[in-house]
């Protein structure tokens, strides 16, 4: 059976778009370190947006939203290079090179608000 972890989600604090200050990242490991299950706790640091440093991703959803994740911001990194007329190659992660994001990137680059751009993404 899987894993309930009601006290972990009760403890956590509450979320409001007008709270001054969220919890940080550290913070939530912090808080999840102790009241999760050793291999739940490393699916979790696995699952951050940025990784922890030695952390193995071996689920295929996560490693595929990872390889396309990297491979989006490599390719903003290139048309965002291109625009300022920098090399961009010593900002690139290696990555897979996943189909089709050059074209999400690009789109996305092209809009006229940054809003806008996050609604592309």
Known sequence: ??????YTVASLPMLSLEAEKFMTEEEFLSACETTVSEKD????????????????VSD????????????????L???????????AEKYIADNPGEAGV???AREAFNQSSPLESERVL
Do not use: H
């Not at 979790?44 to 990784?51: E, R, T, W």
């Not at 990194?77 to 090399?87: H, P």
């Open 77 to 87: 990194v290139k048309l965002r290079a291109a625009k300022k007329g920098t090399d």
């Open 60 to 75: 295929p959803i996560l490693r595929s939203w990872y390889d396309w994740e990297n491979t989006l911001r490599s390719e």
């Open 102 to 104: 050059a074209e999400v």
């Open 1 to 6: 059976m899987a894993n309930q972890y009601y």
């Open 41 to 56: 706790f490393e699916s979790i640091k696995a699952s951050l947006l940025l990784p922890v440093q030695g952390t193995v």
